[in-house]
Nanobody, 124 residues
Framework: QVRLVESGGGLVQAGDSLRLSCAASGRTFSTYAMGWFRQAPGKEREFVAA????????YYADSVRGRFTTSRDNAKNTVYLQMNSLKPEDTAAYYCAATYKDYDGLKIGRCDYWGQGTQVTVSS
């Protein structure tokens, strides 16, 4: 069992930066691929970023590539999403997700565990 708790969301202006964190419980964190998804009001949940269990491979949605960076610290059981040059269209609830060693599956939403989400609001 893995419990995920996101933090770091907030209200910012366009062009600002935010860093989201996702703290995971459990001793096997390093065996899970981790990802970030977001859902805006009235829209479907969409993939944002993924990182494999060792942290050597990352993958991003086209809409955030070059602006967002995901990383992980397995010693701290934490994954991060650094968001730069934020735009109003980035406004959404952001969710952390974990999948046991299924990096490719995570990218299409095939996740074993989900966090409760943290709200990011970007004003213009």
């Amino acid at each position: 069992q893995v419990r995920l708790v996101e933090s770091g969301g907030g209200l910012v202006q366009a062009g600002d930066s935010l860093r989201l964190s996702c703290a995971a419980s459990g001793r096997t964190f390093s065996t899970y691929a981790m990802g970030w998804f977001r859902q805006a009001p009235g829209k479907e949940r969409e993939f944002v970023a993924a990182i494999n269990w060792k942290g050597g491979n990352t993958y991003y949605a086209d809409s955030v590539r070059g602006r967002f960076t995901t990383s992980r610290d397995n010693a701290k059981n934490t994954v991060y999403l650094q968001m730069n040059s934020l735009k109003p269209e980035d406004t959404a609830a952001y969710y952390c997700a974990a999948t046991y060693k299924d990096y490719d599956g995570l990218k299409i939403g095939r996740c074993d565990y989900w966090g409760q989400g943290t709200q990011v609001t970007v004003s213009s």
